[in-house]
């Protein structure tokens, strides 16, 4: 069973900066790491994406601010999170995808106070 953990999250000052961090277990088959977030009220939407190959891919929203990347191994991926804005709050997910599918994380909240 594919175990997703992350951590980072907090409270931050408009502008600031927040690094995300996840770690996968149970697999040897991930294909590709994804950050998602779900503002309250809202429906969850995919921010990055790092396939097992090295391409990253970004939500409009966040290009240009935040930068997806791996750590050692394809199980670990950071989400680095730069000039942020109160419309950034949200709990983010991590979700590592394999053969099988997509395994979630529990979530780390992120507040962005103007």
């Known amino acids: 069973q594919v175990q997703v953990v992350e951590s980072g999250g907090g409270l931050v000052q408009a502008g600031g900066s927040l690094k995300l961090s996840c770690v996968a277990s149970?697999?040897?088959?991930?294909?590709?790491m994804q950050w998602y977030r779900q503002a309250p009220g809202k429906q969850r939407e995919l921010v990055a994406t790092?396939?097992?190959?090295?391409?990253?891919q970004y939500t409009d929203s966040v290009k240009g601010r935040f930068t997806i990347s791996s750590g050692a191994g394809k199980n670990v991926v950071y989400l680095q999170m730069d000039s942020l804005t109160p419309e950034d709050t949200a709990v983010y997910y991590c979700?590592?995808?394999?053969?099988?599918?997509?395994?979630w994380g529990q979530g780390t909240q992120v507040t962005v106070s103007s």
């Open positions: 979700s590592a995808r394999d053969i099988f599918g997509n395994s």
């Open positions: 149970g697999t040897t088959q991930i294909t590709a």
């Open positions: 790092i396939t097992s190959t090295g391409i990253k």
